[in-house]
């Protein structure tokens, strides 16, 4: 579990502001995402909160993917 959010009705994965693929992903890897909170904003009816998503490959020296996320829950 990343984040346990409650009290809204909806939540949008709303996009992305950056996503770089550093390094290829072999076929049976084993993967492990963590997160990071990068901002969170009040918006209209809501909440927005941009993380930081870092994909590691076991095994590997440098992440496979490192990705800026935007999702919005509403109320």
Request: aromatic content about 10%; some cysteine; hydrophobic content about 40%.
């Amino acid at each position: 579990q990343v984040v346990i959010t409650t009290g809204f009705s909806m939540g949008v994965n709303y996009g992305c502001n950056k996503v770089r693929f550093m390094s290829p992903v072999p076929v049976g890897a084993k993967l492990r995402m963590s997160a990071t909170v990068l901002n969170v904003d009040d918006i209209a009816g809501g909440v927005q909160t941009t993380y930081q998503l870092t994909f590691e490959t076991e095994g590997a020296t440098k992440p496979s993917c490192v990705a800026e996320v935007i999702f919005r829950a509403y109320q």
